[in-house]
């Protein structure tokens, strides 16, 4: 059995900790409130965007547009979104993992897959597993998330696929659902693929100015950066969910331990307290 000493300064170290897991987890939690806030502000204007260029995809031919051109089956490229901090349960594992899952389930449909990946969480997982395909690695951008940055990613992928170094991009990322659950969605970035439509549909009537090819040119590329953005902030929201839950777990187990380790102190403080009463005891009766 451990001595007194020991089990105190363990004691004394679990506490530490657990305040450590509380602080994060009251951090996690108003950062939670404002990425959720965030998502919930994007949502519509991505869908109806999404939407709008449905409608618009469904009017037009494949060769209308580059974005909208459907190609063969040669090099693929995969967006991953994951975090640059860990200590958030199986959040980056779990959407790291997806991501893998499906480039090797996909790998007999294409010639081959790249990886772009933003947060170094999933550069480290993947880097052992698939590295000789990551072509490119954002990090400490997850923290300042805004238009601007969803654009620059969106732009260099927009640009690689009119070059025609990519026959088709997806990404793969973890969908905000509540504080406790997030789902790992793989959604495909280009082509556009215009939605199914029921044949009764109505179709809005559109006049696009200057004309339609300015208007495809100006649009496609802005709603990949708009569902980009909207994956990024759904990212966000859900590394805070996620890391606010572990540290609740964590604080939990904390004292949990910290009561065993208490009752185990107390144990073994009363041994010793006997063992001296039953040493006084047989000293004054050896005296006798």
Avoid: W
Wanted: hydrophobic share 40%; glycine share 6%.
């Amino acid at each position: 059995m451990a001595n007194l000493k020991d089990i105190k300064k363990r004691i004394g170290t679990v506490k530490n900790t657990r305040q450590i897991t509380k602080a994060m987890k009251m951090v996690s939690a108003a950062k939670l409130r404002r990425a959720q806030d965030a998502v919930v502000a994007a949502r519509p204007y991505a869908d109806k965007i999404a939407a709008v260029i449905g409608n618009l995809s469904k009017r037009e031919s494949s060769d209308a547009h580059a974005l909208l051109q459907e190609r063969g089956k040669g090099k693929a490229l995969v967006l991953l979104l994951t975090a640059d901090r860990g200590l958030c349960g199986g959040y980056n594992a779990n959407v790291s993992k997806a991501a893998e899952r499906f480039v090797r389930a996909n790998a007999p449909g294409y010639e081959g897959y790249d990886l772009m990946i933003v947060g170094r969480k999933g550069n480290e997982y993947l880097k052992s597993r698939l590295g000789d395909r990551i072509v490119k690695v954002y990090e400490h951008i997850t923290g300042k998330i805004n238009f601007s940055v969803a654009t620059l990613i969106g732009e260099e992928i927009v640009a690689q696929y009119e070059e025609g170094r990519y026959d088709a991009v997806f990404m793969v990322y973890n969908a905000f659902r509540s504080a406790i659950s997030q789902e790992q969605l793989v959604t495909k970035l280009l082509p556009i693929d215009p939605p199914v439509i029921a044949d009764d549909a109505h179709f809005a009537e559109y006049l696009y100015e200057p004309n339609r090819s300015e208007v495809l040119t100006q649009m496609l590329p802005k709603h990949i950066n708009v569902q980009i953005f909207r994956a990024l902030l759904e990212s966000v929201a859900s590394e805070h969910g996620a890391r606010m839950t572990a540290m609740d777990s964590a604080s939990k187990n904390a004292s949990e331990m910290i009561g065993r380790l208490t009752l185990q102190y107390n144990r073994a403080r009363q041994a010793a307290i006997t063992k001296e009463l039953m040493e006084i005891i047989s000293g004054a009766e050896s005296i006798k």
